[in-house]
């Protein structure tokens, strides 16, 4: 991941360095660069093509997929600690309900390291914390939507004291909507039960360990509002994380990554 984030940083930079004419026109062939949108320009087009924007305190869980080694080593202790994934996910209103820190969701015995090393390992994927957090969130009248931030949500707010064109909902002070796209009000409502096949690759050319690898794919579910839902597709990778220390805790680096398999009603 950040390999990745350094190249396209690298990139973005050439193309910014390359993009500044420093000779005329007629000279190098490129373009004169277009004149950046300003705040409030920003805002103003914003405020003139969404039907709602919000504050929204979205229900979130965190998820941690983690090794158990049953050893007396604590080299390994610490390395299966230092080496535990974490995400976040949306969550239903229904789903957050149903669940507590500990949820297990998956357990699976790695029965390939017994046979292949002899050790004596489980992974196990579980909720491990449960928090509600500030989902920026503006929305077109046919259900687009896309995140923002803190700073142009307050800009659409501070125009809206001007402009008027916006009424916050009754049931949700932060819910602003257009007149005639009341039904936005339940954007965020729905629960889509999300099958996700989580599996780990090695940079490496030990045979065993990718076999350990494919034998220790795990399936789970996870309750998330139909409009996230809506924006995934089957067959998508929803994340690829590095293993953080699995160059120091294993024999090879490593990455985990969540693939959609399903959705459920």
């Not at 093509?49 to 941690?64: L, R, S």
């Not at 080694?69 to 080496?83: I, Q, V, Y």
């Amino acid at each position: 991941m950040a390999f990745g984030k350094t190249l396209k940083a690298i990139v973005l930079s050439a193309a910014l360095a390359l993009g500044a004419c420093s000779a005329p026109v007629y000279l190098t062939g490129c373009n004169p660069p277009v004149p950046k949108e300003t705040r409030e320009e920003k805002a103003q087009r914003l405020y003139d093509e969404i039907a709602a924007f919000v504050d929204y305190k979205m229900p979130t869980v965190e998820v941690t997929a983690k090794k158990t080694s049953f050893t007396l080593d604590p080299g390994t202790w610490l390395g299966n600690e230092a080496k535990a994934i974490h995400w976040e996910f949306p969550a239903s209103q229904t789903y957050y309900d149903s669940v507590r820190d500990g949820t297990e969701l998956a357990e699976q015995f790695n029965t390939a390291a017994l046979w292949l090393e002899g050790d004596i390992e489980t992974y196990k994927i579980t909720i491990t914390d449960k928090m509600y957090r500030d989902a920026f969130v503006m929305i077109k009248a046919n259900g687009d939507w896309a995140a923002t931030d803190e700073k142009t949500l307050d800009d659409l707010i501070a125009l809206n004291t001007s402009r008027g064109e916006f009424q916050p909902s009754l049931g949700n002070p932060t819910f602003y909507l257009r007149p005639g796209n009341e039904n936005l009000e339940n954007f965020f409502e729905g629960n889509v039960m999300l099958v996700i096949e989580s599996y780990k690759t090695n940079y490496t050319l030990d045979l065993n360990k990718h076999l350990e690898n494919a034998t220790n794919h795990m399936r789970w579910r996870i309750g998330v509002p139909e409009f996230f839902a809506d924006s995934v597709e089957v067959g998508q990778d929803l994340d690829t994380q590095f293993v953080d220390w699995s160059w120091v805790f294993s024999k090879s680096p490593s990455q985990v990554t969540l693939e959609l398999i399903a959705k459920e009603d």
